[in-house]
């Protein structure tokens, strides 16, 4: 399950980024 939490920390990364 390391690679899920991986890829949902990518996802916040990308929204953090998004927002700017």
């Known amino acids: 399950m ?3 939490k991986a ?3 990518i ?3 990308l ?3 998004a927002k700017l």
């Open 7 to 9: 890829a949902a920390n």
């Open 2 to 4: 390391k690679n899920s």
């Open 11 to 13: 996802l916040q990364l």
């Open 15 to 17: 929204f953090f980024f």
